[in-house]
């Protein structure tokens, strides 16, 4: 008899036990029963009678990727039809567990995929920006993101807002300034896959230098799901809404100095390349005593089954007390472990590869999303959720929390450190697969290990 056979008739004893058992009755039970497993051959341990159906044994898998050449249909075993009416099938085919989900889906959790090809994009001259808030995404409350592309020399003018700002340069390289409330000033040039943060008020500009001819790109992101790139302060905006007669005082000045103000704001803009090594005015003050930047494309992932880590937060690039990040790689067949973080939203953002995400909210919720690179992903504080690489192609992408620190709780660990008999009276698994479960975190774990 297969294993498989054996469990749905050892199901069907035990529930109908179960059924029979007068409230108060079911510890007697179990116990007769586990007396009976125990003198069985079988490698399954004694175990309790289960008090709900086993679950399925569908694996579940995605049907559909970017090599399959399939027509994308509602359909999964003999569940759905196919679509007779219109279809975007480009969509579809992007999304296979959307239009065909894991039957352990059930309910929705809100949308947790937002493409930044989705948002209105803003044209001018030098660059662009488009953004991803709370009107894109409600579910994204905590974080905003803004996705910025400079011309090489093109300037993001002096400027700032209530939320800190955080941000990972994808392309080229960025130079940016800033003046602390003491007087500090800071001037740094900031290259692809490093990171810069400036506290919430403190203004600063940005600027593409002529490192990539193409300028740079970058990814912003605030502790603010309402943010709204559109209503920060901006140098230029203030002065053309200032009386000329104030300005000239204020600096002690002719009002025909200021004559060539521009009378609307300027936002991005053209501009003449800074020199890499540039020099911001010595301040009487100094410069500030944490680093706006962070050089963490130098940081050295650490190596796990599956793929890398590794994570800026404020125990490193101490300035950044609002913004933590782990920039992951998962292998073709691997994925991010089944986690959560404890008290943290996560935005995230995907640069390569494809993936999927299974986002469980607990009542009985679990959704499952797939991830393009230019994909927004977003998990609420405490839902559960893995990342698995659906391409034949290293999947890389970034967690992004609004914390000063990293952390996060591994489903493989919690259960390796806690007592096994008690974990078996959840799961009826045997004694040799919780002895295989990590003690350390798998963080980013690799295919099926060889039977021991
Ligand atoms: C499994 O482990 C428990 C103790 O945790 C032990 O009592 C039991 O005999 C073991 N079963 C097998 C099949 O090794
Ligand atoms: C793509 O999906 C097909 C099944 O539709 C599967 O056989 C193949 O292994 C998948 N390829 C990758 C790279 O996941
Ligand atoms: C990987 O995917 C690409 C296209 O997505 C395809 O051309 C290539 O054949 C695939 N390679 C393997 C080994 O499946
Ligand atoms: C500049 O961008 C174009 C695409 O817009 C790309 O083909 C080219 O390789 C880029 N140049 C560099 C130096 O990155
Ligand atoms: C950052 O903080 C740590 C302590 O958390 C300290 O050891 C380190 O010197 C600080 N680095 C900078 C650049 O201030
Ligand atoms: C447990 O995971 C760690 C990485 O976190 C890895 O170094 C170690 O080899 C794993 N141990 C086993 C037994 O798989």
Request: glycine share 8%; proline share 11%; aromatic share 10%.
């Given at each position: 008899m297969s294993t498989f056979l054996a469990s749905v008739l050892c199901a069907i004893l035990y529930s109908s036990l179960v059924t029979a058992?007068?409230?108060?009755?079911l510890s007697s039970v179990s116990t007769s029963l586990s007396q009976t497993a125990a003198t069985s051959?079988?490698?399954?341990?004694?175990l309790p009678s289960p008090t709900v159906p086993y679950a399925?044994?569908?694996?579940?898998?995605?049907?559909?990727?970017?090599t399959t050449t399939i027509d994308p249909q509602p359909e999964r075993g003999t569940l759905g039809a196919s679509i007779l009416g219109p279809q975007n099938e480009q969509i579809d085919k992007q999304n296979p567990d959307i239009l065909a989900?894991?039957?352990?889906d059930s309910g929705?959790?809100?949308?947790a995929k937002w493409p930044f090809s989705l948002s209105k994009i803003q044209l001018n001259t030098g660059g662009w920006v488009r953004q991803q808030n709370i009107q894109q995404?409600?579910?994204?409350?905590a974080m905003a993101g803004v996705n910025m592309r400079l011309e090489s020399g093109a300037i993001r003018e002096l400027h700032w807002h209530q939320t800190a700002e955080w941000a990972y340069v994808l392309e080229g390289s960025t130079q940016i300034t800033s003046v602390d409330q003491d007087g500090r000033n800071y001037v740094a040039t900031v290259q692809k896959g490093d990171l810069w943060y400036f506290p919430p008020g403190i203004p600063h500009s940005l600027q593409a230098t002529?490192?990539?001819?193409n300028g740079t790109e970058f990814l912003l992101i605030f502790p603010?799901?309402?943010?709204?790139?559109?209503?920060t302060l901006l140098l230029t905006d203030w002065l053309a809404h200032t009386p000329k007669e104030v300005i000239a005082k204020n600096f002690q000045?002719?009002?025909?100095?200021?004559?060539?103000?521009?009378?609307?704001?300027?936002?991005i803009f053209p501009g003449v390349p800074p020199p890499d090594n540039q020099q911001p005015p010595t301040s009487p003050?100094?410069?500030?005593?944490?680093?706006?930047?962070?050089?963490?494309?130098?940081v050295v992932p650490t190596q796990y089954s599956g793929g890398t880590a590794k994570i800026a937060d404020?125990?490193?690039?101490?300035?950044?007390?609002?913004i933590a990040v782990a920039e992951i790689t998962v292998e073709p067949g691997a994925m991010r472990e089944i986690h959560w973080h404890p008290t943290e939203n996560e935005w995230g953002f995907f640069l390569e590869g494809t993936a999927r995400v299974t986002i469980f909210a607990g009542t009985g919720i679990a959704q499952t999303f797939d991830y393009q690179p230019g994909d927004i992903s977003y998990v609420p504080t405490a839902y559960g959720h893995y990342v698995e690489n659906t391409g034949n192609t290293t999947l890389r992408f970034l967690e992004i929390f609004n914390s000063n620190r990293f952390e996060d709780v591994s489903l493989a660990q919690w259960l390796a450190l806690t007592p096994p008999t008690l974990v078996q009276q959840h799961l009826q698994i045997s004694n040799s697969t919780i002895a295989g479960f990590?003690?350390?975190?798998?963080?980013v774990v690799g295919p099926r290990k060889s039977s021991s």
């Open positions: 058992i007068p409230v108060g009755g051959t079988s490698s399954n341990p004694s399925s044994d569908d694996p579940n898998y995605w049907l559909w990727n970017d989900p894991p039957t352990t929705t959790v809100g949308n995404m409600p579910i994204a409350t002529n490192d990539n001819p603010d799901g309402s943010f709204n790139d559109d209503d000045d002719d009002i025909t100095d200021w004559d060539d103000i521009p009378g609307s704001q300027l936002y003050e100094g410069t500030v005593p944490q680093p706006f930047s962070y050089e963490f494309s130098k404020s125990t490193v690039f101490n300035v950044s007390t609002q990590n003690k350390t975190k798998g963080v």
